[in-house]
């Protein structure tokens, strides 16, 4: 069983992340110069966390991505998606199993 998302997001606040952006399908979230959108479409929480692109190689290092991209066109501070739709843009998705991980995730990634 996956963190929800509302669990993400109270994780992502209490890690110093500062929400900036609502929608019905996501939260957006900055620290610093780093962004990540918590998708609230993700009832399971599987697809929970969506990190910059940018980020894969470093985010794997820390965990496994749940898929290999999300998209939507609300993450409009991520790039657009080659193969989606024009005004679409993609992260890298990540669900997490418990606070702990999820915590040592972001301390490794964003500090």
Same mark, same amino acid.
């Given at each position: 069983?996956?963190?929800?998302?509302?669990?993400?997001?109270?994780?992502?606040?209490?890690?110093?992340?500062?929400?900036?952006?609502?929608?019905r399908?996501?939260?957006?979230?900055?620290?610093?110069?780093?962004?990540?959108?918590?998708?609230?479409?993700?009832?399971?929480?599987?697809?929970?966390?969506? /990190?910059? *692109?940018?980020?894969? +190689?470093?985010?794997?290092?820390?965990a496994?991505?749940?898929?290999?991209?999300? $998209? @939507?066109?609300?993450?409009? /501070?991520? *790039?657009?998606?080659? +193969?989606?739709?024009?005004?679409?843009?993609?992260?890298?998705?990540?669900?997490? $199993? @418990?606070?702990?991980?999820?915590?040592?995730?972001?301390?490794?990634?964003?500090?």
């Amino acid at each position: 069983m996956y963190l929800r998302p509302d669990e993400v997001a109270r994780e992502l606040e209490n890690s110093g992340f500062e929400r900036d952006y609502i929608t019905r399908q996501c939260y957006g979230y900055r620290k610093g110069h780093h962004y990540v959108y918590v998708n609230r479409e993700a009832k399971l929480g599987r697809t929970a966390l969506v /990190v910059h *692109p940018s980020l894969r +190689d470093k985010s794997s290092l820390f965990a496994a991505p749940t898929s290999p991209v999300r $998209s @939507s066109d609300n993450y409009q /501070v991520f *790039p657009a998606d080659p +193969d989606g739709k024009p005004e679409s843009h993609y992260g890298i998705p990540h669900g997490f $199993s @418990s606070r702990a991980s999820l915590t040592h995730y972001l301390q490794k990634m964003f500090n």
